[in-house]
């Protein structure tokens, strides 16, 4: 019954690596995002997609690319990790204001991906 | 842009007493929404409570009240007869009516037995 779920949970590997974390929601919302908290718990978003449509692109680098199969997925691609990519990332979801129950709704998270890259 | 201040790093509170969270925002939006979210040393994001800048009564959540004080742009948690389980990271949001969600650098609050 997970409402956002997230795989894998933890992830090592080694710089220069390629690697992708998925997000599946089951909540039927249409905005899913995608958020990376370092180590002082700072949040930022990265990512955000509507209706399989990117809305907010954050200057993130362009190693980083979201892929949305279909409304309940957002995966997220990166390349040739760095060592400042290391944090935790978070999968959320939202139904937007003009679908939602007001006009402005909650965000749920997914559990998070710790990343760590040697 | 939208900017989140949340001005306490960290919070110590007795078991059963109250707290508040304070949380200010810059914006120049009228219509905007206001989120508090509680992260556990577990980790997940867990969704507490939600204001409305329209909204003329303050938010309530079971032991979770917000004090809203919209000319002050300020909206801080209260929680009411703090628990052992309430310590946790607490996190300050604003959503704008376009752009991002924007969350604060959040406070630590540890409830003391």
């Known amino acids: 019954d997970t409402a956002v779920s997230q795989t894998p949970k933890y992830l090592v590997t080694q710089m220069g690596n390629d690697k992708s974390i998925k997000c599946e929601q089951n909540?039927?919302?249409?905005?899913m995002y995608w958020y990376k908290q370092d180590s002082k718990k700072f949040l930022k978003i990265m990512f955000s997609?509507?209706?399989?449509?990117?809305?907010i692109n954050e200057t993130v680098p362009n190693r980083f690319s979201p892929k949305s199969p279909d409304k309940a997925h957002l995966n997220l691609h990166i390349n040739s990790l760095e060592l400042g990519d290391s944090a935790v990332y978070f999968c959320?979801?939202?139904?937007?204001?003009?679908?939602?129950?007001?006009?402005?709704?909650?965000?749920?998270f997914g559990p998070g991906t710790r990343l760590t890259v040697l | 842009a939208q900017k989140i201040t949340q001005t306490q790093p960290g919070m110590f509170v007795q078991e059963k007493e109250a707290v508040t969270l304070d949380c200010t925002y810059d914006?120049?939006?009228?219509?905007?929404?206001l989120f508090w979210y509680k992260q556990p040393s577990s980790g997940e994001m867990i969704f507490l409570i939600y204001q409305g800048s329209y909204d003329e009564q303050n938010a309530t959540e079971g032991r979770y009240s917000l004090n809203f004080q919209k000319a002050r742009k300020s909206a801080n948690l209260v929680i009411s007869a703090s628990q052992l389980g309430d310590s946790a990271m607490y996190f300050c949001?604003?959503?704008?009516?376009?752009?991002?969600?924007?969350f604060g650098p959040g406070t630590r609050l540890s409830v003391l037995p």
């Open positions: 959320a979801s939202s139904q937007s204001g003009l679908a939602g129950r007001r006009l402005y709704n909650e965000q749920f």
């Open positions: 914006t120049s939006d009228q219509s905007y929404g």
């Open positions: 909540l039927g919302h249409d905005t």
């Open positions: 997609y509507n209706n399989k449509e990117l809305i």
């Open positions: 949001a604003m959503s704008p009516l376009v752009g991002n969600f924007v």
